[in-house]
T-cell receptor
Framework: GDSVTQMEGPVTLSEEAFLTINCTYTATGYPSLFWYVQYPGEGLQLLLKATKADDKGSNKGFEATYRKETTSFHLEKGSVQVSDSAVYFC???????????FGDGTTLTVKP | ETGVTQTPRHLVMGMTNKKSLKCEQH?????MYWYKQSAKKPLELMFVYNFKEQTENNSVPSRFSPECPNSSHLFLHLHTLQPEDSALYLC?????????????FGPGTRLTVL
């Protein structure tokens, strides 16, 4: 079956540091890829997505590029803020199977 | 109200109680989902409804019983739960379950089973 593997957390950074959260996947066909974010006390919300190879999703200074050759969708941000502290989930949607698969989530804490 | 709402936000129940969780979406979506989020465990998909029909049941114990009376409402009926069922229960919706559309999540119901 499909799977999504995320970098294990927790990740702790200082404000303005560079962020990378690694995500790799296995799936049949050509899935769509997503990053969701969950702030404390809230549900998940979509951060960005990419639907085909070499697409770059971006939002709020975060970006991720769909790399088919390495089956990866790493999340990056050039300068994190305290308000970015949250849990980040990588996910895929397998169009053939009509199913979503989520990674385990990576907790990010940004300190001032 | 807009988006996906869930009630109650917090619930404490004994193992012999019967309670229900409610989810409502105001987005005109046709698919609705229940997820279980436990500490230090991956997000678990429980049930999927598409156009009011249940399309997925991920081997969920029968003490959890979903109900989808229409495309806007989703319930999760709970009875004779166990302490290990304590978790955050998230509801989500999307345009439909068969395409790569974004899922919109509610804030969740924090359930504690004593």
């Amino acid at each position: 079956g499909d799977s999504v593997t995320q970098m294990e957390g927790p990740v702790t950074l200082s404000e303005e540091a560079f962020l990378t959260i690694n995500c790799t996947y296995t799936a049949t066909g050509y899935p769509s890829l997503f990053w969701y974010v969950q702030y404390p006390g809230e549900g998940l919300q979509l951060l960005l997505k990419a639907t085909k190879a070499d697409d770059k999703g971006s939002n709020k200074g975060f970006e991720a590029t769909y790399r088919k050759e390495t089956t990866s969708f790493h999340l990056e941000k050039g300068s994190v803020q305290v308000s970015d502290s949250a849990v980040y989930f990588c996910a895929l949607f397998n169009t053939n199977a009509g199913k979503s698969t989520f990674g385990d989530g990576t907790t990010l804490t940004v300190k001032p | 109200e807009t988006g996906v709402t869930q009630t109650p936000r917090h619930l404490v129940m004994g193992m012999t109680n019967k309670k229900s969780l409610k989810c409502e979406q105001h987005l005109g979506h046709n698919a609705m989902y229940w997820y279980k989020q436990s500490a230090k465990k991956p997000l678990e998909l429980m049930f999927v409804y598409n156009f009011k029909e249940q399309t997925e049941n991920n081997s969920v114990p029968s003490r959890f019983s979903p109900e989808c009376p229409n495309s806007s409402h989703l319930f999760l009926h709970l009875h004779t739960l166990q302490p290990e069922d304590s978790a955050l229960y998230l509801c989500a919706s999307s345009q439909d379950s068969g395409s790569a559309n974004e899922q919109f999540f509610g804030p969740g119901t924090r359930l504690t089973v004593l």
